[in-house]
Nanobody, 125 residues
C-alpha cells in the first residue's frame, strides 16, 4: 500500500520539544521532495518546512526558523521534523506531503502526489 503516515504528535508544554515522523510505504521517499505543513483552527494552512529531493537543501518558514529542523533517514524511508522551543502558536495539525516532480514542497494549496493524514500537536501548559 502506497502511503505516508505521520506520527509523533501530542501534548507538550511551552518550551518543550517533539519529533514528528513521516514514514513512507510503497515508494522510495528519498526520490521525492518533501514538505511539512500545518493547519491551526481558524487559520490557513501553512508551509512549515521542506527538504529538496535534488540536493537536500532545506527551507523553513520564518515562524519556525531556528527552532525546527527537517531531516531524512534514507534507511528508514522516513523524514523527520524536530521541533524545539514550542509555543502555543505552534498548535496545529501537522502533515507531510511528497511529490516526485517538486523538489521542495512549500505551497499548501497544491495537490501533491502523496499526503499523510496528519498528526495533532498541542502546545499548552
Amino acid at each position: 500500500q502506497v502511503q505516508l503516515v505521520e506520527s509523533g504528535g501530542g501534548l507538550v508544554q511551552p518550551g518543550g520539544s517533539l519529533r514528528l515522523s513521516c514514514a513512507a510505504s510503497g515508494f522510495i521517499l528519498d526520490d521525492y521532495g518533501i514538505g511539512w505543513f500545518r493547519q491551526a483552527p481558524g487559520k490557513e494552512r501553512e508551509g512549515v518546512s521542506c527538504i529538496s529531493s535534488k540536493d537536500g537543501s532545506t527551507y523553513y518558514a520564518d515562524s519556525v526558523k531556528g527552532r525546527f529542523t527537517i531531516s531524512r533517514d534514507k534507511a528508514k524511508n522516513t523524514v523527520y521534523l524536530q521541533m524545539n522551543s514550542l509555543n502555543p502558536e505552534d498548535t496545529a495539525v501537522y502533515y507531510c506531503a511528497a511529490d516526485l516532480k517538486v523538489w521542495c514542497l512549500t505551497d499548501p494549496r497544491i495537490l501533491y502526489d502523496y499526503r499523510g493524514q496528519g498528526t495533532q500537536v498541542t502546545v499548552s501548559s
